[in-house]
């Protein structure tokens, strides 16, 4: 029954033979936190700029440390929190956003930080994480990434927000910062990124949106709109074979962690982490506990060498049916 079903969830799912796979959901609200109900294995990624979308005025430090606070109060488990992804698809009305002909091309996440109120924004964020970071276990994720530069000058504001809290003598702990793998140039360089990274974070999301040219919004090309697609697999591959050369952890927090047919792939590749809306959570850690580690790993050569998306599909379809007549 589902009551059975819920309590079996609550820990963290091992496959078949015995590889523990975390599954974390996504939120954007305190209400969200809520209502994970113990499920989920923490948040994996806060959507932070949905908290603050609709004020006039932009968030203090304190506003921050609040909101953080009181999260982490709610979820005794880690808990990624994404510094602001402003602009393009979430707009807000307390930056000076321009007019742009392509938003998602344009100017938000972390390319506002280096001008004043940008970066205004970002080191209060910052601060508020920092301060919040004592009361439970917290790293922070950089969204939309495409230039090694862009991540390290995000780190170079975070280290003056550490001085300022030493200078101040304000509590605080340092937490590990990683990278949101979410623009086809990341993956591509993902070997550089994972010298300078504590962690990745596969956003399939938009990392399908920009590979495949596909507005992710736009319900015309919504057809073409495929996570599965051979090329999402292989950049994919390239960004863990990257994490795993330089012994970083490296997560997917798009929602194909959420589609039952990527998971063999998935897990194959040796990702422990996964991160989805919540709905889909109990679901996912059900689908793991059929899978078997070393079966998903024996499995990829073959799929690389499917050049079209139907094989591929067909191809994880098979595995996902083999899966489940034998639990
Ligand atoms: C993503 O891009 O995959 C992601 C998880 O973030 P968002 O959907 O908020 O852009
Ligand atoms: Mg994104």
Known sequence: NQKEMKESVKSVQKTRDGKEIQVMANVGS???????????????????????????????????????????????????????????????????????ENPSLGYRASRIISNDMGRKLFKDQVK???????????????????????????????????????????????????????IPSSCLIAEHLAEVADFFSIGTNDL???????????????????ELHPALLKLIKMTVDAAQLYNKPVSVCGELASNPI??????????????????????????????????????????YGYSNLEDAINFLENRKVCYESIV
């Open 208 to 226: 399908t949106q920009y590979t495949l040219a596909v507005d992710r919004q736009n319900i015309h090309v919504k057809s073409l709109y495929s």
């Open 30 to 100: 305190l209400t969200d936190v809520v209502n994970l109900d113990g499920i989920a294995d923490g948040i994996g990624v806060f959507r932070t700029e949905l908290l603050f979308m609709n004020r006039l005025m932009p968030p203090s430090e304190e506003d921050h440390f609040n909101t953080y606070f009181d999260v982490l109060k709610n979820v005794k488990k880690p808990v990624v929190i994404r510094t602001f992804d402003i602009g393009g698809d979430k707009p807000t009305k307390f930056f000076n956003h321009p007019i742009e």
């Open 128 to 182: 508020g994480i920092l301060r919040a970071a004592i009361f439970g276990e917290v790293s922070i994720m950089i969204p939309m990434i495409s230039h090694i530069e862009q991540f390290l000058y995000a780190k170079k504001l975070i280290e003056e927000v550490r001085q300022e809290l030493i200078s101040k003598a304000t509590p605080f702990k340092m937490v590990d910062v990683g990278i949101m793998i979410e």
């Open 262 to 303: 990527a998971l063999s792939y998935l897990v194959g590749l040796g990702i422990d982490r996964l991160s989805m809306n919540s709905h889909s959570v109990p679901i996912i850690k059900n689908e793991i506990k059929g899978l078997s580690y070393n079966e998903c790993k024996k499995n990829l050569d073959v799929l």
